[in-house]
């Protein structure tokens, strides 16, 4: 009973973790852990705050850099321009993402026929039209590029779908990337304890 238990719990966070309504999907970290990096700066001077435009990425950028400065920080890195072995900087875009693909689309033809014992329920239908077609998709993506050769060494792309595109409401902007910028930097290692000479 006790194991039935702690894996129904462990089913259960899994299941809440998946269905966050972001994904999430990192690159491989082991290029960045072999630059054994410690210093780092941001590609590109931050956005005005001050801005009245309605644009989400006006509200993003301070999030954004908040968010990665605070999860680098806690894992050593240190921001120092003056020192910097890799540089932060991020794409937001706005993309489109086919809807799923129906279960039951594989018994469906053009000629006309009858179907016994078909079954399909309403909720079947409802989710069809709910998941089916075009959606509106939302994409950050997250890369460090080394700063003697300009190569990239490490990127995590997060979608998200739109469920409302003509309202943004930051409050929820912020709480969201705030959780999927933790969950994404979960994967770099810790800075380099030994540093550049001069620490």
Do not use: H
């Not at 998946?18 to 290029?31: H, K, L, M, R, T």
């Not at 014992?117 to 939302?138: F, W």
Request: aromatic share 8%; hydrophobic share 40%; proline share 5%.
């Amino acid at each position: 009973m006790r194991t039935t238990t702690i894996l129904a719990y462990l089913l259960l966070s899994a299941l809440l973790t998946a269905c966050s309504g972001v994904d999430i999907e990192p690159s491989n970290v082991d290029q960045f852990a072999a630059g054994n990096y410690k210093y780092y700066k941001w590609r590109t001077a931050p956005l005005p705050t001050n801005s009245t435009s309605s644009d989400p990425f006006y509200a993003i950028d301070p999030v954004m850099r908040r968010e990665v400065d605070a999860g680098l920080q806690a894992r050593g890195y240190i921001l120092d321009t003056a020192r910097a072995q890799f540089s932060v900087d991020y794409l937001y875009a706005i993309g489109m993402r086919e809807g799923a693909q129906s279960e039951q689309a594989s018994n469906i033809s053009p000629v006309p026929s009858v179907t016994p014992n078909r079954r399909v329920d309403q909720a079947s239908v409802d989710n069809a039209i709910a998941l089916g077609g075009v959606k509106e998709t939302s994409n950050i993506l997250l890369q460090f590029n080394d700063m003697d050769s300009n190569a990239q060494v490490w990127q995590v792309l997060m979608t998200k779908i739109v469920e409302n595109a003509n309202r943004v409401d930051t409050s929820r902007l912020d709480e969201n990337l705030t959780k999927s910028l933790e969950r994404a930097l979960k994967t770099l290692p810790q800075a380099t304890v030994a540093g550049t000479p001069g620490d």
